[in-house]
């Protein structure tokens, strides 16, 4: 278009060219000279145009600046297509602008909820559980550190390298803003250093263990000790581990284990320690000289320490007992230790356990009430019985959780996504909804009650007044006669019955009454919608609610129950009642 532009202009000016040989100037669009005058006139007016809209374009809109957001200020405006070229400092701000954009969009910002970041929490959880269990066993038994120096310094540095990344993971994690991702790389840093864990990240991270260098090498656990500042990464691993986890008990008794394994280990790395301290062998209490061929081993020592530890924080006892001041303070400390933390171990192991047994407490508290009532109240026995085998078939088929009361806590669009998931495909079957709008199936499936009915259950008798409509979701059903054993079909699951006698459908012989007999061959899980809740879905869906009724009134038709009624003449009724309700108006006036 710009190309276009500029060969229509250079032609114009050429032919005015032409004409201004041949004509002097006059000052009329008139004669021979005209196409020249004009052609200047246009001229004119295309510069002044193009120097306007050039103007207009550069003008900073302070209102709209206000409003834009960062992508939409950094977005250029399109070229006017009355432009001639680029300067060469836009051309460059162009293509300084386009390698900031591609470097914006190259940037990886991380969401909490990402399985990417859970991943990454499984590293940088390994790497802190690591310094926490074998800096502290290396730095309290020395023939450890010594005897794999170069393991140890490999396995370090690869944790400090994953701790530095995990700094950056840091910088590209996003968190939300009025319900919205911050993707902003400048405003995560700056807000991830304002933190406090910013500064213990840092603080982990430092080289302290280059000291080693002045003070030997045997000392390097020591001098890390710094990196055991990384433990709420691990704990943040546990609790996202927990939310995701299909078993959060189990993984609760799990990493209760792991805390106690853990503390037992600490407490026997400091036993030796201190045994070291006050002379190995030099008493009883003490851990034995490591000159005796029994006791000399890595391995014998750290077992022992282990067992003293296990025994002395359980409250046991059966250990040596202590023989200076210092071992008696010692000891002191450890028991008191050992009572707290494992009276809460035992209070979390109770409360855990009943948590995984609630359910089975709750239900079994429902029966024995039940069966104190049917005691009381003097129930036979043969009732009894079957309200047992009933209970007993809900446990076992896990029926037991009331899903109104599990559902409450949620929000109504996912209770009604979950709802979706779990009886859509029921509600689907049902001949009388299969053409139904999908946001009245949705209204419907938030509103059906599952209901367990026992074999030889009549759900419902042929004159009964009908309050609700049944689907089928397990079992058999058989619509039987008056006698209760001949049955003249079999429904099973997707079948529905009951809807006829909701729907009011005027000229129905039955009018809102059950018209069969529907009696459980077995265990059936049926759903129930009430008549209530159906009409109330249905007001807000008038075009369905007339389908619904000229089905009900095709099924009645071929079953020899719907009378056909005269329209106009109920048209003429109605309008002779409305002209009577008016001559009685006035004559009361």
Same mark, same amino acid.
């Given at each position: 278009?710009?190309s ?8 114009l000016?050429?032919m005015?060219?032409?004409?201004r ?5 006059q000052?009329s ?13 246009v001229?004119?007016?295309?510069e002044?145009?193009q ?5 207009e ?5 302070s ?7 960062p992508?939409?200020?950094?977005t250029?405006?399109p070229p006017s297509?009355?432009?001639h ?6 051309a ?7 390698r ?5 969009c ?8 990402? @399985? ?18 074998l ?11 010594m005897?794999?120096?170069l393991v ?5 540095y690869?944790? @400090?390298?994953v ?7 840091r ?6 803003d009025?319900?919205?991702?911050v993707k902003d790389?400048?405003?995560l840093r ?11 990240d840092?603080?982990?991270i430092l080289p302290?263990d ?7 090498i ?7 000790? *710094? ?6 990464r ?9 939310t995701?986890?299909?078993?959060p008990?189990?993984?609760?008794i ?9 503390i037992?280990?600490? *407490?026997?790395?400091?036993?030796y ?19 005796d ?8 020592s ?5 067992y ?7 409250t ?5 007992? =202590?023989?200076?001041?210092e071992?008696?303070l ?20 109770g409360a855990?356990?009943s ?10 508290s429902?029966?024995?009430?039940l ?12 009732l009894?019985?079957?309200v ?28 009604a996504?979950?709802?979706i ?6 509600l ?6 299969q053409?139904?709008?999908?946001g ?12 367990v009915?026992? =074999? ?5 008798r ?6 609700e409509?049944y689907i089928?979701k397990?079992?058999?059903?058989a619509v039987v006669?008056?006698?209760?054993v001949?049955?003249f079909?079999?429904?099973?699951s997707?079948?529905?019955?009951g ?5 009011n459908?005027s000229g129905?012989?039955?009018?809102n ?12 899980d ?7 809740d159906?009409m109330?879905?249905?007001q807000?869906f ?7 009724e000229?089905?009900?009134r ?11 009624? *005269? ?8 309008e002779?009642?409305e ?5 009685l ?5």
């Amino acid at each position: 278009a710009q190309s276009m532009c500029d060969d229509t202009s250079s032609e114009l000016q050429r032919m005015a060219a032409i004409d201004r040989r041949d004509v002097n100037s006059q000052n009329s669009f008139r004669g021979r000279g005209a196409l020249s005058r004009i052609v200047s006139m246009v001229m004119t007016l295309r510069e002044w145009a193009q120097k306007s809209l050039a103007e207009e374009t550069e003008r900073p809109d302070s209102f709209l600046e206000r409003f834009r957001g960062p992508a939409q200020m950094d977005t250029q405006a399109p070229p006017s297509r009355f432009s001639h070229s680029h300067t060469g400092s836009d051309a460059d701000n162009e293509i300084r602008r386009s390698r900031r954009t591609r470097r914006k969009c190259n940037v990886v910002v991380l969401s909490p909820s990402d @399985d990417a970041y859970y991943h990454w929490l499984m590293v940088i959880g390994a790497a802190v559980f690591y310094n926490w269990t074998l800096l502290v066993v290396r730095a309290c038994f020395d023939d450890l550190q010594m005897k794999n120096v170069l393991v140890w310094l490999v396995l370090d540095y690869i944790c @400090d390298g994953v701790y530095i990344l995990d700094i950056a993971v840091r910088l590209h994690t996003g968190f939300l803003d009025q319900g919205l991702m911050v993707k902003d790389v400048r405003r995560l840093r700056e807000t991830y250093v304002r933190t406090p864990q910013c500064k213990i990240d840092i603080c982990s991270i430092l080289p302290t263990d280059l000291l080693y260098l002045t003070v030997g090498i045997s000392y390097t656990p020591l001098l890390r000790f *710094n990196r055991l500042l990384r433990l709420p990464r691990l704990f943040e691993l546990f609790e996202r581990t927990e939310t995701r986890t299909g078993y959060p008990n189990a993984f609760r008794i799990c990493k209760l284990v792991l805390y106690i394994l853990v503390i037992i280990h600490w *407490n026997a790395c400091a036993y030796y320690s201190f045994s070291k301290v006050l002379g190995l062998g030099s008493d009883s209490w003490v851990y034995p000289n490591a000159s005796d061929p029994e006791f000399g081993s890595l391995t014998r020592s750290y077992i022992y320490c282990l067992y003293w530890s296990t025994l002395t924080l359980t409250t046991i006892g059966e250990t040596p007992p =202590p023989v200076r001041d210092e071992e008696y303070l010692f000891l002191i400390f450890d028991f008191l230790v050992g009572v707290l933390i494992f009276a809460s171990i035992v209070g979390n192991v109770g409360a855990m356990i009943s948590n995984m047994n609630a359910t089975r407490a709750a239900f079994q508290s429902r029966v024995d009430t039940l069966k104190h009532y049917m005691h009381f109240r003097h129930v036979s026995k043969v009732l009894e019985q079957r309200v047992i085998r009933w209970f007993d078939y809900l446990w076992t088929n896990q029926k037991t959780i009331d899903e109104q009361e599990v559902l409450r806590s949620l929000p109504n669009k996912l209770r009604a996504e979950i709802a979706i998931n779990v009886h859509l495909d029921t509600l689907k079957k049902v001949r009388i909804f299969q053409d139904c709008e999908a946001g009245l199936l949705v209204e419907l499936v938030l509103k059906l009650r599952p209901q367990v009915f026992s =074999p030889g259950d009549y759900i419902c008798r042929k004159g009964d007044v009908g309050k609700e409509m049944y689907i089928i979701k397990d079992g058999q059903l058989a619509v039987v006669g008056e006698d209760g054993v001949t049955q003249f079909a079999v429904l099973t699951s997707g079948s529905c019955f009951g809807e006829i006698s909701i729907l009011n459908i005027s000229g129905s012989k039955m009018g809102n009454r059950r018209t069969a007999n529907i009696r459980s061959l077995g265990y059936s899980d049926l759903f129930c919608l009430s008549k209530q809740d159906l009409m109330e879905a249905l007001q807000e869906f008038p075009h369905a609610r007339a389908q619904l009724e000229q089905r009900g009134r095709d099924i009645l038709r071929k079953e020899g129950l719907l009378e056909e009624v *005269n329209v106009s003449a109920g048209e003429q009724l109605e309008e002779k009642v409305e002209r009577l309700e008016t001559s009685l108006d006035r004559l009361q006036v």
